[in-house]
């Protein structure tokens, strides 16, 4: 089974500061992971995904993540925030293989101070 | 764009009532997914199908039915609505070719139960 611990159900930055998100999963299989975007009165849109290849992740918007193995984690990070990246965040996690569908984080709620 | 849409978008019900919410894909992918969206609790699956007529129940499908009679039609059924159903809900299809375990969200249906 695969579970997902998301720190923090809400998070504030100033505008250019360093955004961290942080993600710690469980899983019994090797996971594919991910990080969903959700702005206000909309769905959920796919920001990165890890899926075994680069542990190193770059995905839209100037956001990256890092999957590191031995601490279960896979932190969501962008350099400078702006205003424009104030949504919520998910991290999700499903097995590689088969279909199991994705199981989601509680959410982080990013705030940008101008 | 995955070619989801949500019927309806919007609805306010009285406790009691039957409610059906549709979710439909232009594209023919084979697994469909309910998810319900609630403060504090991120997104838990509902119902999901892998197959015209082949559905699983998710973790939080007490109360819930569904029903796929064809490919493009995922219907989730609430037969006798209740305000702890009171939810944001959303549709989700796996992409299915070059399956690499996202899935792609439709705009969600917030249904109120009074």
């Known amino acids: 089974a695969q579970s997902v611990t998301q720190l923090g159900s809400h998070v504030s930055v100033s505008e250019g500061a360093l955004v961290l998100l942080r993600c710690n999963y469980s899983?019994?299989?090797?996971?594919?992971l991910f990080w969903y975007v959700q702005y206000p009165n909309q769905g959920l849109q796919l920001l990165l995904k890890?899926?075994?290849?680069?542990?190193l992740v770059k995905g839209i918007n100037g956001f990256e993540a890092e999957f590191k193995k031995s601490e279960t984690s896979f932190h969501l990070t962008k350099p400078s925030a702006h205003m424009s990246d104030a949504a919520e965040y998910f991290c999700?996690?499903?097995?590689?293989?088969?279909?199991?569908?994705?199981?989601f984080g509680k959410g982080t709620r990013l705030s940008v101070i101008a | 764009d995955a070619g989801i849409t949500q019927s309806p978008r919007h609805k306010v019900t009285e406790t009691g009532t039957p409610v059906t919410l549709r979710c439909h894909q232009t594209?023919?992918?084979?697994?469909m997914y309910w998810y319900r969206q609630d403060p504090g609790h991120g997104l838990r699956l509902i119902h999901y199908?892998?197959?015209?007529?082949?559905?699983d129940k998710g973790e939080v499908s007490d109360g819930y039915s569904v029903s796929r009679s064809k490919t493009e039609d995922f219907l989730l059924t609430l037969e006798s609505a209740t305000s702890s159903q009171t939810s944001v809900y959303f549709c989700?299809?796996?992409?299915?070719?070059?399956?690499?375990?996202?899935?792609?969200f439709g705009e969600g249906s917030r249904l109120t139960v009074l």
């Open positions: 989700a299809i796996r992409v299915s070719v070059g399956y690499t375990g996202e899935l792609f």
């Open positions: 899983s019994s299989v090797p996971p594919y």
């Open positions: 890890y899926t075994s290849a680069a542990t």
């Open positions: 999700a996690v499903s097995a590689n293989s088969g279909n199991t569908p994705l199981v």
């Open positions: 594209e023919n992918h084979r697994y």
């Open positions: 199908s892998y197959g015209v007529k082949d559905t």
